[in-house]
Nanobody, 114 residues
């Protein structure tokens, strides 16, 4: 059974920090590149950072220097540590594989106030 469960979002002021977590089914986690995606109102979903099963990470320009992606393969969990948050980071954040599978979790809402 495919499962992606995101958590950790919330309301923070600009400059604040949040740590997101995503627990995934073992069947889709262990061999896949995992990514955090976000979708703001009226905008397309975008990939923010990604991480290989070996821990190599890549970041979108908007996330470089502020976000850190990590994973715990033993727990089938991928994390996103976000700091220096900006109002434009406001979105629903999802995790998925790369390339994506046709299943999305409920996401976790991140709202950054100015």
């Amino acid at each position: 059974q495919v499962q992606l469960v995101e958590s950790g979002g919330g309301l923070v002021q600009a400059g604040g920090s949040l740590r997101l977590s995503c627990e995934a089914s073992g069947s889709i986690f262990s061999i896949n590149v995992m990514g955090w995606y976000r979708q703001a109102p009226g905008k397309q979903r975008e990939l923010v950072p990604a991480i290989t099963s070996g821990g190599t990470a890549k970041y979108a320009e908007s996330a470089k220097g502020r976000f850190t992606i990590s994973r715990d393969n033993a727990k089938n969990t991928v994390y996103l540590q976000m700091s220096g948050l900006r109002p434009e980071d406001t979105a629903v954040y999802y995790c998925n594989t790369i390339p994506t599978i046709p299943y999305w979790g409920q996401g976790t809402q991140v709202t950054v106030s100015s």
